[in-house]
Nanobody, 119 residues
Framework: QVQLVESGGGLVQAGGSLRLSCVAS????????MGWYRQAPGKQRELVAV???????NYADSVKGRFTISRDNAKNTVYLQMNSLKPEDTAVYYC?????????????WGQGTQVTVSS
């Protein structure tokens, strides 16, 4: 079983910074990517940033130049450094891990961490 535990959310003023962390545990052999998604009230969950096992990254247009995804393989941890935060970044942020088992891809999710940006 795979477990993802996020931390680092909170309340910050516009223009401020936060760093989210996500620690993965369990049988994560076969991980193809880890990333962050977010869901604001009344909206669908959306991709924020993803980091593949090969080191490629992809960011939502709305966060490019402000957010940076990185990882520490020794700690099985992925980070999301969020700078120049805006009120529209307010959402619950979820860690995601994609894992390949033979030909199938499985998605695992953390419990979410609230990020609130005040204007």
């Amino acid at each position: 079983q795979v477990q993802l535990v996020e931390s680092g959310g909170g309340l910050v003023q516009a223009g401020g910074s936060l760093r989210l962390s996500c620690v993965a545990s369990g049988n994560i052999f076969g991980t193809t990517a880890m990333g962050w998604y977010r869901q604001a009230p009344g909206k669908q969950r959306e991709l924020v940033a993803v980091l593949t096992s090969g080191g490629s990254t992809n960011y939502a247009d709305s966060v490019k130049g402000r957010f940076t995804i990185s990882r520490d393989n020794a700690k099985n941890t992925v980070y999301l450094q969020m700078n120049s935060l805006k009120p529209e970044d307010t959402a619950v942020y979820y860690c995601n891990l994609k894992l390949r088992r033979i030909v199938d891809i499985y998605d695992f999710w953390g419990q979410g961490t609230q990020v609130t940006v005040s204007s």
